[in-house]
């Protein structure tokens, strides 16, 4: 009997151990911890549409990414040097994440319609992102469709194009949070 006891007591120690050791495992592919995400909509059309997540990754030539507000007032259009990036699916049950790099130029315009930037949360977006001189006042963004959005809203008015040229709405550079770090 004792000895049966005993071999139960060895075989949960093994399955505590066991699991222990699972949980602690390397999670492969998954952003390394010092990724920063940064959530974004459109202050006009969000947060049911036009939503992104910034990721930003170390490793890379710097790009210049372009993120445009147009016509089609459900998603953002998205160029990196160029090349069409746009993610399809920004409604925010997509998660749709759009993936940046350390040294990166990202220039938020609208080429149509009416559109602004909102970010979910200033903190996260001012720690991750280098913001430069040239786009519209970036304010606390009480509109209660935003509430729910993030911790702290924070972004620009909606604007239209004026006299058919680009308003230009914010200009950031991806910080190299890997660099910086001492
Ligand atoms: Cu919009």
């Known amino acids: 009997m004792c000895n049966k006891w005993a071999?139960?007591?060895?075989?949960?120690?093994?399955l505590g151990y066991?699991?222990?050791?699972?949980s602690d495992r390397p999670t492969g592919d998954q952003p390394r911890a010092t990724a920063k995400e940064i959530k974004f909509?459109?202050?006009?059309?969000?947060?049911?549409?036009?939503?992104l997540t910034l990721v930003t990754e170390a490793g890379?030539?710097?790009?210049?990414?372009?993120?445009?507000?147009?016509n089609n007032v459900q998603?953002?259009?998205v160029t990196a040097d160029g090349m069409d990036v746009t993610p399809s699916d920004q409604t925010p049950a997509g998660n749709a994440t759009l993936k940046v790099r350390a040294g990166d130029t990202l220039t938020w315009r609208v080429t149509a319609?009416?559109?602004g930037?909102?970010?979910a949360d200033q903190d996260a977006a001012e720690a991750a992102l280098e913001f430069q001189p040239g786009?519209?006042?970036r304010v606390p963004r009480p509109e209660s469709k935003f509430q729910t959005f993030g911790p702290k809203p924070w972004g620009t008015d909606a604007f239209s194009p004026m006299d058919g040229q680009p308003v230009t709405l914010a200009v950031a550079k991806v910080k190299g949070a890997d660099k910086e770090k001492k």
């Open 7 to 14: 071999a139960l007591a060895v075989t949960v120690c093994l």
């Open 18 to 22: 066991v699991g222990l050791a699972w």
């Open 41 to 51: 909509t459109c202050t006009q059309h969000g947060p049911t549409m036009m939503t």
């Open 60 to 70: 890379g030539s710097p790009r210049k990414v372009v993120i445009t507000g147009a």
């Open 75 to 77: 998603r953002w259009m």
């Open 113 to 115: 319609a009416k559109h």
């Open 117 to 119: 930037v909102t970010f």
């Open 135 to 137: 786009g519209k006042n």
